[in-house]
């Protein structure tokens, strides 16, 4: 993967971070911008949490320490917002999907500079691919850094759902799993339970939910992230939501995290990535998402 120009900036949305590389000679001058969400105390009290705006995947002393600068911030929303403000100098934007930044057309035409766009984590909802594709953009996640910490939550809501652990303090209606039909992604960890599995996106399980054929619903992904007090999710009869949340076990951050840095470092030498992180590689779109 070929850089176009000495000069680097790199924008982080875990919240974004932006990252500006010195021109031979230049002095680099540190500006603080923060695209994660704030991690506030638990920040401090645990440094293996990473993927909070104060930790900044704890990658902040590496970068700067081969000439890069490191701006980043939870503030992502809105033409004033600092993600705005710095967008059209990066070249590359690293976004998180637990706090994510919407990398809309309008944002890639106002990128100019744009050449690499970075998931810690895995998944790409929030990215206007087509746009991405078309502006000649690399896109890329860290796939199956956090595959196990969603499996092992999603398993703990269904669980919670089927077995009406939270009200059962006032009424008693809890049921086996076993022979029940679990609406799910492909969460392997729910077969020995003896249950039927529908793979199915989002929108239809809730179809399949609103038709009263659904007995509960369990996640943690919204839209828009974060979800506004309105949103008709939180008000669903029998649910097991919560913020998006599940992938960010501080295994999972730690994963991507070390995934991020490796493909940065690639991305630095010119080097090509994993192929299975790829969703668009120099404006062309993976198999899985044509």
């Not at 990658?59 to 320490?65: A, F, V």
């Not at 992230?225 to 919560?242: G, I, L, V």
């Amino acid at each position: 993967m070929a850089m176009r120009g000495a000069a680097r900036q790199v924008a982080s949305a875990l919240g974004p971070h932006v990252l500006r590389n010195a021109p031979p000679g230049r002095s680099l001058h540190q500006e603080d911008r923060g695209v994660f969400y704030k991690g506030g105390e638990y920040a401090d009290r645990n440094p293996n949490f990473v993927d909070c705006a104060e930790n900044a995947l704890g990658i902040r002393g590496w970068l700067e320490s081969q000439g890069h600068q490191y701006v980043v911030t939870d503030d992502k929303d809105g033409p004033n917002s600092e993600l705005e403000k710095h967008i059209a100098d990066g070249h590359v934007l690293i976004t998180t999907l637990f706090h994510p930044a919407y990398v809309t057309a309008g944002r890639i035409a106002r990128a100019g500079n744009l050449e690499l766009l970075l998931m810690a984590g895995i998944g790409s909802d929030h990215v206007d691919l087509a746009a991405a594709a078309a502006a000649g953009l690399t896109v890329a996640e860290v796939t199956g850094s956090n595959t196990v910490s969603v499996a092992e939550d999603q398993l703990m809501r269904v669980l919670v759902l089927v077995r009406n652990f939270l009200p059962v303090h006032r009424r008693r209606r809890a049921h086996d799993l076993e022979g029940k039909t679990v609406g799910a992604g492909r969460i392997g960890r729910l077969k020995p339970f003896g249950c039927r599995l529908l793979y199915h996106d989002r929108l239809l399980i809730f179809s399949w939910f609103n038709t009263g054929n659904g007995k509960g619903y369990g996640g943690d992904v919204w839209h828009p992230q974060p979800a506004p007090k309105d949103h008709p999710w939180r008000y669903m009869s029998n649910n097991a939501m919560t913020p998006h949340i599940s992938g960010t076990t501080i295994d999972g951050q730690l994963r991507y995290a070390a995934g991020v840095k490796d493909m940065l470092e690639r991305y630095f030498k010119g080097q090509d990535f994993p192929v299975q992180n790829y969703i668009v590689k120099e404006g062309q779109l993976a198999g899985q998402y044509q």
